[in-house]
């Protein structure tokens, strides 16, 4: 399993087992964020504002619920069996803003008694750059696969369709093809904005720069996130805009 460190001292699982993290939700039986089917750990707290995001109940920091390592590693636990060709995915809201609870929650995955389990971060970097780079140092050290965003590769459009700069993601990817760590790139197409072929081939670009990438996702832009706006009071930014249909994302791709 490339990346993982399953030698954990016995006083250091202990000390990952109690760190604590904001967690939004968890899903027991993932079957779209990562390999296999996975424990899908949702964080709580995400600095972007992306305009399609399904998920902005995730956005705010502080609330959530406060879960410990060593009760997600019991919850995964109690379905080892339906794991056996999956593992663990974090992903958010937006995990690298919690990089030592991840971390921790990595490591003991790596390290657990019952066998190391698969660890997968799904991330749009929004907190990454390559200046703090040793900040995340021991998350990735045992990350075995991550599933990375690119919103667009237009970096003025990238403004302000996500409320950041482009570059978190294109300097973590470059930290990831340096480490190289298996990286899937996912791109959402959403009609009008990121879905002309001059974009795309764009995305295709930026990629072929990292040997690391073992698949590209083109992931259709969808409306079910739309009632979560409404029920929050949140204006949806992006009313009126219909779905992409799933055929001409694939062309696309």
Same mark, same amino acid.
């Given at each position: 399993?490339?990346?993982?460190?399953?030698?954990?001292?016995?006083?250091? $699982? &202990?000390?990952?087992?109690?760190?604590?993290?904001?967690?939004?939700?968890?899903?027991?039986?993932?079957?779209?964020?990562?390999?296999?089917?996975?424990?899908?750990?949702?964080?709580?707290?995400?600095?972007?504002?992306?305009?399609?995001?399904?998920?902005?109940? @995730? !956005?705010?920091?502080?609330?959530?619920? #406060?879960?410990?390592?060593? #009760?997600?590693?019991?919850?995964?636990?109690?379905?080892?069996?339906?794991?056996?060709?999956?593992?663990?995915?974090?992903?958010?809201?937006?995990?690298?803003?919690?990089?030592?609870?991840?971390?921790? =929650?990595?490591?003991?995955?790596?390290?657990?008694?019952?066998?190391?389990?698969?660890?997968? /971060?799904?991330?749009?970097?929004?907190?990454?750059?390559?200046? $703090?780079?040793? $900040?995340?140092?021991?998350?990735?050290?045992?990350?075995?696969?991550?599933?990375?965003?690119? *919103?667009?590769?237009?970096?003025?459009?990238?403004?302000? =369709?996500?409320?950041?700069?482009?570059?978190?993601?294109?300097?973590?990817?470059?930290?990831?093809?340096?480490?190289?760590?298996?990286?899937?790139?996912?791109?959402?197409?959403?009609?009008?904005? @990121?879905?002309? #072929?001059?974009?795309?081939?764009?995305?295709?670009?930026?990629?072929?720069? !990292?040997?690391?990438?073992?698949?590209?996702?083109? /992931?259709?832009?969808?409306?079910?996130? *739309?009632?979560?706006?409404? *029920?929050?009071?949140?204006?949806?930014?992006? *009313?009126?805009?219909? &779905?992409?249909?799933?055929?001409?994302?694939?062309?696309?791709?």
């Amino acid at each position: 399993m490339e990346g993982a460190d399953v030698t954990v001292d016995t006083e250091g $699982r &202990a000390r990952d087992v109690d760190v604590v993290g904001r967690v939004h939700s968890t899903e027991s039986f993932g079957t779209v964020d990562g390999p296999g089917t996975r424990f899908v750990v949702f964080c709580q707290g995400c600095p972007m504002r992306c305009q399609y995001c399904h998920n902005p109940d @995730t !956005w705010e920091f502080g609330k959530g619920t #406060e879960k410990s390592v060593r #009760e997600l590693l019991e919850m995964f636990e109690r379905n080892r069996p339906f794991y056996k060709r999956g593992g663990i995915t974090v992903t958010g809201g937006e995990p690298m803003a919690q990089p030592d609870f991840v971390a921790a =929650l990595f490591r003991a995955a790596h390290a657990a008694p019952a066998g190391c389990i698969h660890t997968c /971060l799904d991330t749009s970097a929004a907190t990454f750059s390559a200046e $703090r780079a040793e $900040r995340f140092s021991a998350l990735l050290d045992d990350t075995d696969m991550v599933l990375l965003d690119i *919103k667009t590769s237009d970096p003025a459009l990238h403004e302000t =369709l996500c409320g950041l700069p482009a570059s978190h993601a294109l300097e973590l990817g470059d930290e990831l093809a340096r480490r190289g760590i298996p990286t899937l790139v996912r791109h959402v197409v959403v009609p009008g904005l @990121t879905d002309s #072929e001059e974009e795309c081939a764009e995305v295709g670009r930026i990629i072929g720069n !990292w040997d690391n990438v073992v698949g590209l996702d083109f /992931l259709p832009y969808h409306t079910m996130g *739309k009632v979560k706006y409404d *029920k929050l009071g949140i204006d949806y930014p992006l *009313k009126g805009v219909k &779905a992409m249909d799933a055929t001409r994302a694939r062309e696309l791709r």
